[in-house]
């Protein structure tokens, strides 16, 4: 299992795993359990709080997460197929990193009242709620991330994905790295 970054993998390899509207599962083997668990594992050792399937190059619909992470405690939720089944109408911006595009922290607008279903490791439908709105957020990154969908689409100001083979032309580069708009925060957790 080895996480696929804009840092590590060409633009190709990257949009092939990224990019891809991830299979939903017909029910949860005891393969795909121990596929579950060492996902959730290399969540926590990226110290994170979410990470989905295919951004260890796996198209299946599952991910994990943990936002008690953030606190030290661990309460992880492992989903097979998670699917909204509500939404508010409410939004709200919040900052967010993403495992797959290290050192980018953005403001993502996302709403703050969702309900998700989902099969659990024991193969049983549950229902998540949100009871705050980290645990919203990682939903839909999550989910977003199985759609093929990164934050960066999510937000209004344009941000370009640098890659690891891309040309970066003399001006913008910052050590190696374009520096993005001012508008755009720095965050030290990744939530995936
Ligand atoms: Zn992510």
Redesign the pocket.
Known sequence: MRLITNQSSNKEQFEKNLRYMCEPVDRVTDSLKVVALDLLEMMYRSNAI?L?AN?VGLKIRLCALDPAWMQGQRIPIIMFNPEFVECGEEMFKAPEG????PEMGLQVPRFRNVKVKFLGLDNQEYIIKDDNSLLSSVLQ??ID?LDGV??TDRIVERVDIIYKDTIVEGGIAVNGRKEYCGTLERYTRS??
């Open positions: 979410g989905a951004q993403c495992l797959s595009l990154h999550e991330h990164l934050m939530f995936t």
